[in-house]
């Protein structure tokens, strides 16, 4: 694994500056959560804050088919992003037709699960249905001003919370279509003004910043060609943001004012899924296995821990620690209290010590782990993509607290939605739901399967 430096940054001296804003600091940024809103109250992107950690209080720990339920209600069409929260609004995307050539951005009452408004449109970039290309696979991002919806078409669409289009593009009109065999699954990233779109494909690759406020490109910066699903994240460093993309050999830093590579971790492989992971001043990067599903000693050095770090005023990075055993297949790591959790595609937690990279636990789960972790208090919860949840203790030891079904194992009748868009499981099953994302605001979890969405805790 090699690190190349940029030699300038903003053109300041980081030891002279705070040197990371808290995950709440960066909510507010982010956010600029009113007076009116609790701590945990939003959600507002993939991911929470780029963390996986809420501050939301008396969150469940238990639940089943016929307990601590609020509602589930069906969604049209079929969608693998996570729910988002902003106030008492719940948002979700999907996609519909046989070449995905329509498009739904929905909004849902949080508390009683009421459709408040929807947007129907038609896609820019038409693709063939299937089970490993993306399928309404990005999750948007909100703010106090509105949604921001991307979709593997090409097209992002920014709404007010009313569900007013405030304006819109198409990427794929402004700088072509989108190439590989299974589509586009990054989400944006947000700062108070700016969106980030990582687009990785098989075509010219790009880092994307949008102002939100009418819709227009900041700067683009061209990428060596790779292909990924990986989402940006943001990181501050000396109080100002950056955008950091872990992506398919590499993970890069980029000045989100300007779009300039300021530092870059190489040799990094198996990248392609799971996002980096943001806390403080500590970087976490995941990476799966090889397509033989073999765990070779590079691609478990992939799984590793950086740290921003500053000398003599330019930034840089340096590799904290590198995981042995851990790997993490589809899920983004997570660190919380001290430990940095990874969990592979089938259902394998491996805990570590946050600071040193000392090998904690490695324990199976109940089921293959698609969604990524997420933390609150002193719990870290683990979303099985069966519908089987892990609810762990936060801490140095392997304890689990509850294992909650969502769904029961029996395969049930498909829904009308199911039987029309093709809800499909592992070997072919059309009739089991997949548990692809999670939201938590406030009590409640806000759980996305294909074509279902549900609100745990009532």
């Not at 519909?96 to 849902?108: I, T």
């Not at 920014?158 to 065999?181: I, M, N, P, Y």
């Not at 055993?325 to 089938?346: D, R």
Request: include cysteine; charge should be positive; charged fraction near 20%.
């Amino acid at each position: 694994m090699t690190i190349a430096k940029r030699p300038t940054y903003f053109g300041i001296h980081m030891k002279n500056h705070p040197r990371i804003l808290s995950p709440i600091a960066l909510i507010v940024l982010v956010s600029s959560v009113s007076a009116e809103s609790s701590p945990g109250a939003n959600w507002p992107a993939f991911r929470g804050a780029g963390d996986g950690v809420t501050p939301a209080k008396n969150l469940p720990a238990e639940w089943a088919p016929d307990k601590n339920i609020g509602w589930k209600i069906d969604l049209p069409g079929y969608g693998q992003s996570a729910p988002v929260v902003w106030g008492n609004h719940v948002y979700v995307t999907a996609v519909s037709g046989d070449n995905r050539e329509k498009g739904f951005v929905l909004a849902y009452d949080a508390t009683t699960g009421k459709e408040l408004w929807r947007h129907e449109f038609e896609t820019t970039q038409k693709a063939k249905w299937g089970y490993t290309i993306s399928r309404g696979a990005p999750t948007p991002c909100a703010d106090a001003n509105g949604l921001y919806a991307f979709f593997e078409g090409g097209n992002l669409i920014a709404f007010t919370h009313e569900g007013k289009v405030r304006w819109e593009r198409s990427l794929v009109t402004d700088h072509g279509e989108f190439k590989g065999g299974h589509g586009v699954g990054s989400s944006p990233a947000q700062t108070a003004d700016t969106l980030f779109l990582l687009i990785d494909h098989a075509g010219p690759c790009y880092l994307l910043a949008v102002e939100k406020a009418t819709g227009k490109t900041k700067w683009k910066t061209d990428r060596t060609g790779k292909m990924s699903w990986t989402s940006p994240v943001i990181a501050m460093t000396g109080g100002h943001p950056v955008v950091v993309a872990s992506s398919n050999g590499s993970v890069a830093g980029y000045a989100a004012d300007t779009g300039k590579e300021v530092w870059r971790v190489d040799d990094v492989t198996g990248n392609t899924i799971p996002s980096a992971s943001v806390l403080g001043d500590v970087v976490l990067v995941g990476a799966g296995a090889n397509r033989g599903g073999k765990e070779s000693a590079k691609e478990t050095k992939s799984n590793c821990c950086l740290s921003l770090t500053s000398a003599d005023g330019k930034p840089g990075i340096t590799v904290k620690w590198t995981a042995k055993p851990g790997l993490a297949s589809y899920a983004t790591p997570l660190a919380h209290q001290g430990v940095a959790y990874f969990v592979n595609e089938v259902g394998v937690i491996s805990g570590h010590d946050l600071q040193t990279g000392k090998s904690l636990f490695s324990e199976r789960t109940a089921g293959p782990c698609w969604a990524s972790p997420i933390a609150a208090g002193d719990r870290v919860y683990f979303f099985g993509k069966n519908g089987t949840t892990t609810v762990l203790k936060a801490g140095k030891s392997f304890e689990v607290i509850a294992t909650n079904k969502l769904w029961t194992d029996t395969p049930k009748p498909k829904s009308k939605t199911e039987e029309k868009e093709g809800s499909r499981s592992s070997g072919g099953d059309y009739a089991d739901p997949v548990l692809y994302g999670v939201a938590a605001a406030d009590s409640a979890f806000f759980v996305r399967t294909g074509t279902s969405l549900y609100r745990i805790g009532k």
